[in-house]
Structures are given as structure tokens and as C-alpha cells.
């Protein structure tokens, strides 16, 4: 089978590989059929490193992704204790946790210290013909849901997962910094969480648009304005009830904390580059900001499937480019280089 190994940084090599096993006990073998690209994926790629978690080997890189079920263990059983057939259709949550220890007890997978991750080094990702996966961690996707948006339920998780932790409430104000893929969804499910009033700010005008049609009251280019006085003066200075981070959390988690009101909640979901948090102290302290970092998703997929299924997200509008696996490596130089258009890439690894 071919597969595409990320070797170092934007160094991305497609080659022969062998075969996955037989699959194990509580395990299924995936014929993959398409993987999104996401924007943590790109940190791997430029870098060779996300957080304190640094490729020291070649590794495959892709967690959003869909495939058809191949191969059956046994006790195959998916994500909501059914089993699985050969034939059928399915997404995967890619974070494996021990289902054993403290967190996961509590109803906190995502925070299990004992997971690993499919796409994140050292476990192979998605981006070749055929991969084992956890029974448990597949979905049965419906006909309503094409090949190619299966993927973009990983994405629709993590924006669902942050709108759970931001609370909204009914006519809550809400500002977004970042409307790529993930930022555009939690604008869009802060609509129907029942927001009055959602900022969306982005560098580049195509996702703007979209968060104009999706939506948004309002959805400002930040190289045309400053977004702390936009909210400000549409707010008449009171400031939102929830600001959420959606970027590079660069300096713009700085800004969501000023454009959050007294008393405000401050979402923080992109990750930094550098791995730093900035974030000047007086100005949360003084603001008495409740900040949640938002880590993935828990308990996400049977309600992603249903938006996406009754079209009340319409996850086919976020993709823009389209790849073979043969492509990858110009799929990551694409998305890196933020090229003209670009929203999500999804590749293509078999028909």
C-alpha cells in the first residue's frame, strides 16, 4: 500500500509500505478513504514539533479522517456499543484514551493521560491506504454525509467541544479571533446555542464571507481594523460575554481578553507555535475572566453527525482545495502557505 511520511520539517515522502495486521481484539481495519488536513497538522509539518511533542522519526501524519471498514476483530464494537460490519462507512475520533484511569472515569477521555492519538507522533496517522483502528473510536456514517465532509466531523467536534465550554447562553455576545475551518464552525454553533450578537475576525476575506453567509453580525479583516476597538464601540464598551480564540494564539489571545467583558469568559482553542501563552495578568485579573483551554473534544461525534446530517451545518462549504495522496506534499505546501481561497483541504487517498 502507499503511505505519506512526514520525514522531517516540509519534508513529506509518498512510498510503498506493508500491510497493516489482522485486526486485534476490540480493533477494525480501515480501507481510508479521505483525511482533512488541519491546521495542528501544519505545525507538525513546518516544524516537526507541536507543543512539547517533537517528531524524532518519520512518522504518518493525518487525525481527521474516514475510511470503510474492511477487516472486523473480535468484540469490534463502535463508538456507541454496535457492531461493526465489513462495508460499512465510518468516521474515527482519533484520541484513544485508557477508558481506566481518573479523567476517564470522570468523563474526561480527552484529558486521559494515557491515550495516544492517531496522526500525532509517535502513532501513525491516516494518510495512507489502509491503517487498524479502535473499534470503539469508529462512527457509522449515515448516506446524508459524503466521503468527503466524514473528515470535517473531527473539526466539527473540537468546535462543538468549545462551545460547550464557553456556555453560551441565550443573547449571549460572542467574538471569534480566527475563522479558519474550526473558528468558522464555532461561529456558526454560537448562532444556534443562541447568541444575538458574533464577531468573526480573520486576516484573509474569502473566510469572512463565509462567516457573513453562515451567519455572523459581523466579520471584520484584522489588517483593516483594530478588533479590540470594533468590539468595543459595537458593544459601547461594555465588551462581549464570551471571546474566543480560534488563531495562532499568538497576541490574539490578548486581544480576545480585552474584547471580553467584566466577568467574561475567555475560550482559548488554537495553539501557539512557540508553545507560550501571552496573555498580559492585569487584565484578566482585573476582569475576573473565567479562561478554559479547550483540549479536542469529548462526547462530540453522535452530534456532529446529526448537524452535518440535517444539513444545519453545512460542512461541505468549508472545502476548498481537493488532493490525491500521491499529492500530499503539495496539499501541505498549499495550506502553509495560506495560498488565495484556501479554507480546508481534503485528500483524496482512495476512491
Partial sequence: MQAARLHGPKDIR?????????????????????????????????????????????????????????????????????????????????AVPCWRCELCERGHPNLCPNHYFYGLFPEDGALRERMNVSARNCFPLPDAISDEVGPLLETLGVAIHAIDLSKIRIASSVAVIGAGPVGLLIARLAILAGASQVFAFDKFDWRLRVADAWGATYAYNVDDCDPVDVVMDLTGGRGVDVAIEAAWSDHSVQQAAEMARYGGRLVIVGIAPDDRLRLQHSTARRKGLTI??????????????????????????????RFDLSQTAAAYACNAAYERGINKVILRVSC
Avoid at 22 to 36: C, D, H, M, Y
Avoid at 54 to 63: D, E, K, M, R, Y
Avoid at 295 to 314: C, D, F, W
Fill in 14 to 94: 509518498v512510498a510503498a509500505e506493508p500491510e497493516p495486521p489482522p485486526p486485534a481484539r476490540g480493533e477494525v481495519t480501515l480501507a481510508i478513504k479521505t483525511v482533512g488536513l488541519c491546521g495542528s497538522d501544519l505545525h507538525m509539518y513546518e516544524t516537526g514539533r507541536i507543543g512539547y511533542t517533537v517528531a524524532s522519526q518519520p512518522f504518518i501524519l493525518g487525525h481527521e479522517f474516514m475510511g470503510v471498514v474492511a477487516a472486523v476483530g473480535a468484540n469490534a464494537l463502535d463508538g456507541e456499543h454496535q457492531p461493526l460490519q465489513v462495508g460499512q462507512r465510518v468516521a474515527v475520533e482519533p
Fill in 292 to 321: 478554559m483551554m479547550s483540549r479536542r473534544m469529548k462526547h462530540t461525534y453522535p452530534r456532529a453527525i446529526e448537524l452535518a446530517r440535517s444539513g444545519v451545518v453545512k460542512l461541505e462549504e468549508l472545502v476548498s482545495h
